[in-house]
């Protein structure tokens, strides 16, 4: 593995973004606004390119045995190995100079790759025999067609239409409450964003646990609210540092199912791929390869399947928690959509005040009455 780093200077990305605003400007004005800067040097990008060199010994037998190209390992795939080996010198760069750089993943990569193949031949003397020493003799090149979604000046959702009004104040009003049952969905998304678009693989371990106790205290005080339970008893249930706790008893007596730790099963799975993973993550120091962040993130979103199946399974129980966590479109999706939540959702929810509204209050209660120990 041999690494030449080389500067240069071109268009930054700040400069782009600079001259896509004034364009916006000029549009809303209709050509009146600001004219382009003459002078944007200080908007002059600085790029280091790393030219990696390595030797090509792709099996294709070895490889195909993972379903994603960034997930093979870096003894198997000449890519991977120049990247790994990037990484590491930049890990070592600034921990050596404390230097607040960013250490490259595939994801972090542009999305296309120039590569040159060439062949390694011996160097001779003047009177023809071989010296010992070799030079590459370049034969053969292309563009290499990254596998991720990091296209940074693309944008990364669909457009509003019309049809999404409702939902939209919907989330707005769950947004505005801080309700958990949105908030781990902020998490999640960010969770899958720290992985597919920024090659963060320790940030989308430790965000998809955060999502996953985000939603798992935030359907628990729920379903407290919904029994009835008042605030102050079941406070100290929430005490920090007790999730597999509650996780093993509470959910258990409350939803039924299996939510043992051990063995196997979506919460078991969760518990040792992502719950555990995170402990390594921020309190050891581990940096989890791609392949772990993937399972961590896969595994939470299982996780919040199981909820919503066990959640389904009680709904004449919990049926307020139901239509808040899962609503009709989802029970519909489901073909869980029964007669029992039409006369629920026709004869009672229309006459009950805002659920968000007192399961909020109830759940202010709760976090009161446990900081203040009472």
């Known amino acids: 593995m041999n690494l030449v780093f080389m500067q240069s200077n071109g268009m930054s990305r700040a400069r782009g973004a600079t001259l896509a605003t004034l364009e916006a400007v000029n549009r809303i004005t209709g050509g009146s606004g600001i004219d382009d800067p003459t002078d944007m040097d200080v908007l002059k990008g600085q790029y280091t390119t ?17 379903h994603s190209p960034q997930d093979i ?49 011996p160097i001779r003397s003047e009177s023809g025999e071989e010296t010992g020493f070799r030079v590459p003799e370049w034969t053969d090149g292309g563009t290499l067609m990254l596998d991720h ?68 205290d935030g359907l628990l005080a729920v379903l407290y609210w919904e029994s009835g339970k008042e605030p102050k008893d079941v406070a100290d249930t929430f005490a920090e540092g007790r999730l597999a706790r509650r996780v093993k ?29 995170r402990h390594r993550v921020v309190h050891g120091g581990y940096t ?11 595994a939470t ?8 199946d066990r959640l389904i399974a009680r709904k004449k129980k919990f049926p307020r928690t139901v239509m808040m966590v899962i609503a009709e479109e989802g029970l519909r999706t489901r073909g869980k959509w029964c007669q029992f939540m039409r006369e629920f959702k ?28 009472d």
């Not at 890990?91 to 193949?117: G, H, N, Q, S």
């Not at 999640?188 to 597919?196: C, N, S």
């Not at 979103?301 to 909820?307: A, E």
Request: charged share 25%.
């Open 346 to 373: 026709r004869e009672v929810a229309s006459a009950e005040p805002s659920w968000l509204e007192a399961s909020h209050m109830w759940r202010n209660e709760m976090y009161n009455a446990l900081l203040s120990g």
């Open 50 to 66: 790393v030219v990696a060199t390595t030797i090509e010994d792709r099996n294709p037998d070895v490889t195909s045995q993972w």
């Open 301 to 308: 979103l299982t996780l919040s399947s199981y909820c919503s």
């Open 73 to 121: 390992p870096a003894e198997y795939d000449p890519l991977n190995r120049c990247i790994e080996e990037i990484a590491h010198f930049t890990r070592a760069y600034r921990a050596a100079l404390e230097a607040p750089c960013i250490v490259p993943t595939y994801e972090k990569l542009d999305p296309m790759i120039p590569y040159e193949i060439g062949h390694l031949v």
């Open 149 to 216: 979604v990091n296209f940074s000046d693309f944008p990364a959702g669909n457009e509003l239409e019309a049809e999404h009004e409702g939902r939209m104040d919907h989330y707005g009003e769950m947004l505005s409450m801080g309700n958990p049952l949105i908030l781990w969905k902020e998490r999640f998304i960010e969770a899958r964003t720290a992985l597919y678009r920024e090659g963060r693989y320790g940030a989308a371990v430790t965000l998809s646990n955060t999502a996953s106790e985000v939603l798992l």
């Open 288 to 298: 989890p390869t791609r392949l772990e962040a993937q399972t961590a993130i896969d």
């Open 249 to 277: 008893r509470n959910f258990s007596e409350l939803l039924g199912g299996n939510w043992s730790l051990d063995n196997s099963g979506p919460v078991a799975d969760w518990f040792h791929k992502c719950y555990r993973l």
